[in-house]
T-cell receptor, first 114, second 113 residues
Framework: ETGVTQTPRHLVMGMTNKKSLKCEQH?????MYWYKQSAKKPLELMFV???????ENNSVPSRFSPECPNSSHLFLHLHTLQPEDSALYLC?????????????FGAGTRLSVL | DQQVKQNSPSLSVQEGRISILNCDYT??????FLWYKKYPAEGPTFLIS?????DKNEDGRFTVFLNKSAKHLSLHIVPSQPGDSAVYFC????????????FGKGTKLSVKP
């Protein structure tokens, strides 16, 4: 148990659906992250939030929309996804937004887009 | 172009022997390196890190070595145990106030009894 919980663990959606991924951290951290891990590719950073403000958006398509309502919760809203968006989506948190802060990961949401 | 490379997708080692996992990087601005371990159906968990001002960091059975001139780091596990079987990710960051980590693709370690 890392203190970072992601729901749902698995999600299957059609290309016209709208769904949301949820991440909650119980560690009192101030920074939260969304990563994407596609098959045979390294983890790719998608979004970074620090104190509920987005500080990084790594050229992610607009069909992915993050939301951070407070420092404990992070959402990733999905709409009109493509089959190539099928991947493992990982959430992480760290005490502060510093390169030397260890990031704590959730178990991820396995997303399949049909 | 990958900035952090783990060129061995898999490694098999006998229990009790040494496991050596390798990682190469291209960005000379990287100044902090981490290793994460991932079991199936779980998220990556932090294992050990090293700052660029050091060339070695040790924590129990785990030691990370950094060779800045070669832009190479390695993780040594000795003695290896079956519970060490997992995917190991190398990650690097370029310092400053950003928490951005650049990950390698991972190496799957299998420790056989």
């Amino acid at each position: 148990e890392t203190g970072v919980t992601q729901t749902p663990r698995h999600l299957v959606m059609g290309m016209t659906n709208k769904k949301s991924l949820k991440c909650e951290q119980h560690l009192g951290h101030n920074a939260m992250y969304w990563y994407k891990q596609s098959a045979k590719k390294p983890l790719e950073l998608m979004f970074v939030y620090s104190l509920e403000e987005r500080v990084e958006n790594n050229s992610v398509p607009s069909r992915f929309s993050p939301e951070c309502p407070n420092s404990s919760h992070l959402f990733l809203h999905l709409h009109t996804l493509q089959p190539e968006d099928s991947a493992l989506y990982l959430c992480a948190s760290s005490p502060m937004l510093l390169a030397k802060n260890i990031q704590y990961f959730g178990a991820g949401t396995r997303l399949s887009v049909l | 172009d990958q900035q952090v490379k783990q060129n061995s997708p898999s490694l098999s080692v006998q229990e009790g022997r040494i496991s050596i996992l390798n990682c190469d990087y291209t960005n000379s601005m990287f100044d902090y390196f981490l290793w994460y371990k991932k079991y199936p159906a779980e998220g990556p968990t932090f294992l050990i890190s090293i700052s660029s001002i050091k060339d070695k960091n040790e924590d129990g059975r785990f030691t990370v070595f950094l060779n800045k001139s070669a832009k190479h780091l390695s993780l040594h596990i000795v003695p290896s145990q079956p519970g060490d079987s997992a995917v190991y990710f190398c990650a690097a960051s370029a310092g400053g106030s950003q928490g951005n980590l650049i990950f390698g693709k991972g190496t799957k370690l299998s420790v056989k009894p």
